[in-house]
């Protein structure tokens, strides 16, 4: 169809010139500048916002990584609080971290910030690094921390490209090519580089974020007062609910959990997880994992924990939790928790295990399951 200027009949003049605007302008620059129009009237304010100091956008970057901005905003003042500088993160004993950080999950990020704390003030005498590259190589940060940083304490021109920039990005572009592949992470990364402000890099970073979580959200984008509308490919064809693409569905491993919670004269058994695995420096009660959920007592009873924990000593079985569960990004952990109680005669063989006082284990870090338990149930048994 051809438009003819001054055609009302189709169109009104206010729309033409938008159209024509549209049409006449590259879409990268349209989408750059009505992005950073929507990011001057709508940013959230959030305490991270404006700071330059890199070690402080770094916590927050971290705290952010998988997380909900309103689950981990806590996070980042009580981290922000206890250690003011790099420095005193660095000093902190890791048991002390690792609580702080309790309930947040994705344990080795805070592994890595201390890891990567002690680095800083060990081999770069407490200087955070102001590179691209420098940053990258701090332990847990992966190109996309890296570009955040950069951009936001640096002014560097580096785009950030996570799972909010995709989905805006596809949907804009009406991008096919799945986002988890070679070639979509490719494509996705060179556009979102040309796109990018140079000019205000730290801005444009946080805008294409804050658009991504809060207006094209995944599943309830509010497209009908969306600013890039008009040129909006997604919308137009319809494919919004489709995009973005992924290629593979994460299959979870169930795992089965069967925690001994044994009470002897105030005391309980913990266990610290140094293997590679989930929850790695985490605590839990001794653990009996088996390949199904068992309810059977004799079944405990012939485990080979079960023996070197209690033995022959006379013990009950005082309770047995309904199942718990957890997901992971992989794994769903189905965990159910055996309260034993000893005789007073009887000697415990605490072996490897740490025998706490029951009024000392909310001082330990437990995985979210185990905390959840601890809350829910009334332990009766020490
Ligand atoms: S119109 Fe809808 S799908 Fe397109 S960018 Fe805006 S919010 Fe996202």
């Known amino acids: ?23 006449q302008k ?59 500088e790099v420095q005193q993160l ?31 003030t060990g081999e770069l005498d407490g200087r955070f690094p102001d590179t691209y590259e420098g940053i990258l190589r701090l332990k847990g940060v992966g190109p996309y921390t890296a570009a955040a940083i950069a951009s936001f304490a640096f002014g560097l021109p580096y785009a950030v490209l996570d799972g909010n920039v995709f989905r805006v990005l596809s ?20 556009l979102a580089q040309e796109l990018l402000d140079t000019k205000q890099p730290g801005n444009y970073n946080q805008a294409i974020m804050d658009f991504g979580a809060t207006h094209c959200t ?12 008009s040129a909006c490919m997604a919308l137009g064809e319809g494919q ?10 994460i299959k979870k491993r169930q795992r089965f ?35 199904h959920l068992s309810r059977d007592e004799g079944e405990i009873r012939e485990s080979q924990l079960w023996k070197q924990l209690v033995g022959a000593e006379e013990a009950v079985v005082s309770h047995i939790s309904p199942p718990y569960q957890q997901l992971l990004t992989h794994q769903k952990i189905v965990a159910s928790f055996w309260e034993v109680s000893l005789s007073p005669q009887a000697a415990l063989n605490s072996g490897p295990f740490l025998a706490v006082d029951r009024k000392n284990l909310s001082t330990f870090a437990f995985p979210k399951i185990i905390s959840q338990y601890l809350n829910q149930e009334q332990l009766t048994l020490f």
Request: proline residues 8%; charged residues 25%; glycine residues 6%.
């Open 218 to 229: 995944p599943q309830s984008p509010a497209c009908s007062t969306c600013p890039l509308r």
């Open 257 to 291: 959990f069967h925690y001994l919670v044994i009470g002897h004269q105030g005391k309980a058994l913990l266990n610290k997880r140094t293997e590679k695995d989930i929850w790695q420096n985490l605590y839990e009660f001794p653990l009996l994992e088996l390949p």
């Open 26 to 84: 590259p879409k990268h620059q349209y989408f750059r500048e009505q992005l950073m129009a929507w990011f001057a009237q709508s940013h959230r304010p959030l305490p991270w916002k404006g700071e330059k100091d890199p070690y402080i956008i770094w916590l927050s970057e971290i705290i952010l990584q998988q997380t909900r901005v309103e689950q981990g905003l806590p996070y980042f003042e009580r981290f922000r609080q206890r250690y003011p």
């Open 1 to 23: 169809m051809r438009i003819e200027s001054g055609d009302s009949s189709i169109l009104s003049p206010l729309f033409y010139f938008i159209f024509l605007r549209i049409m």
């Open 240 to 249: 919004v609910g489709k995009l973005p693409i992924k290629s593979k569905k």
């Open 171 to 190: 949907r804009f572009f009406g991008i096919h090519t799945p986002v988890d592949t070679t070639t979509g992470k490719k494509a996705f990364a060179q």
């Open 90 to 120: 660095a000093e902190a004993p890791q048991d002390e971290v690792m609580k702080l950080w309790e309930g947040l999950g994705y344990y080795s990020r805070a592994r890595n910030l201390h890891a990567a704390a002690q680095y800083i």
